[in-house]
Every structure is written in structure tokens, then in C-alpha cells.
């Protein structure tokens, strides 16, 4: 699939069928996060890989939506802060490198036909007790990855026009 198809194509799926994600798939979307691009190429992040259906109580106290647990696989980016480039204001961009990797998973899952959906409005604390994070790492978003039940169209987006200032 060609890139700008992959990113004009990807949308956040709220549906998810119970059929497996071949490991070849996880393989390719942990390798397309590991090569994201980070700050001064700390790669100040952790990748959490979640087997749905051995943690599906777990997940349930991190985000409480059903079709959350629908996926067979579940992805949390975590940022180190502590391990980050921090620039000379004190701006740690811990989130932002931990942002570019979920963006490398979802587009890659999206690639290879897979659904996802950005999920930041979960319980920090829940998922750190629960799926046992450790102390320095911070989650910072989640993502089911599976196939689609059903295929959503896209939201409208702003124009260019709303959204760029040449200067």
C-alpha cells in the first residue's frame, strides 16, 4: 500500500473480530516502532504487547470500553522521562517520542490491514498497577490492534487552509 493511502486510509476502529494476529504481523509493527524516530535518538520507550484474552480483566480497570478487549492484542507505549532528551527550556520530550512510536505501530497495523484505535483517555494509575509497569516508565497510549469488525468512514478533517500558516 502505498503511504499517503495508508495514512488517508487509517481510522480508529471500534470493532474488532476475534481472529488472530499472525506473529509475522506483530513482527512488522514492533519493527517499524523500533526504528521510530525520538529526541537526540534516545529511544527513551518501552513497548507493552498484551495478549487480550489472558488480561482482559486487567485491561477492563485500564480502559473500560468493551470493544477494547475485543482485539486479540493489545499495545501500550510507555516514555521513560527520566531516560529522555530534554531541551534547553526543560521541555522533556518524553511524550513526544513516545507519540511518534504509537503513530509508527498504527501505521504500519494500517499497512498490513490491521485496525487500530489511539486510546489516551485511560486510567494511568489502573495501568500501571495493573499490567505491573515499573516506577520510571509512564503510559502514555494504548491501542487494540485485530481486524476490523466493520469498516467506519473516515471523521471530516479541516482544510488545508484551516490548518497551515505559511510564514
Known amino acids: 500500500m502505498d503511504f499517503l493511502e495508508v495514512v488517508k486510509g487509517r481510522y480508529s476502529v471500534r470493532g474488532y473480530k476475534p ?3 499472525e506473529p509475522e504481523k506483530l513482527t512488522a509493527i514492533l ?3 523500533r526504528v521510530a524516530p525520538t529526541a537526540s535518538n534516545r529511544q527513551a520507550f518501552k513497548i507493552i504487547v498484551i495478549d487480550t484474552a489472558a488480561h482482559r480483566d486487567e485491561l477492563k480497570k485500564v480502559y473500560s470500553r468493551e470493544w477494547f478487549v475485543e482485539a486479540p492484542v493489545v499495545i501500550g507505549v510507555c516514555s521513560i522521562p527520566g531516560q529522555s532528551w530534554v531541551r534547553s527550556d526543560d521541555k522533556n ?5 513516545a507519540a511518534i512510536v ?3 505501530i ?12 489511539w486510546v489516551g483517555a485511560f486510567n494511568p494509575a ?4 495493573r499490567l505491573g509497569l515499573e516506577d520510571a516508565w ?3 497510549a494504548f491501542t487494540p ?6 469498516s467506519n468512514p473516515n471523521r471530516p478533517k479541516k482544510s488545508l487552509e484551516e490548518l497551515v500558516t505559511y510564514i
Open 19 to 21: 481472529d488472530p494476529v
Open 31 to 33: 519493527e517499524a516502532a
Open 93 to 97: 520530550y518524553s511524550d513526544v517520542d
Open 102 to 104: 504509537m503513530d509508527h
Open 106 to 117: 498504527i501505521l504500519a497495523a494500517t499497512a498490513l490491514g490491521l485496525g487500530t484505535c
Open 126 to 129: 489502573a495501568a500501571k498497577e
Open 138 to 140: 509512564e503510559p502514555v
Open 145 to 150: 490492534i485485530g481486524y476490523p469488525r466493520a
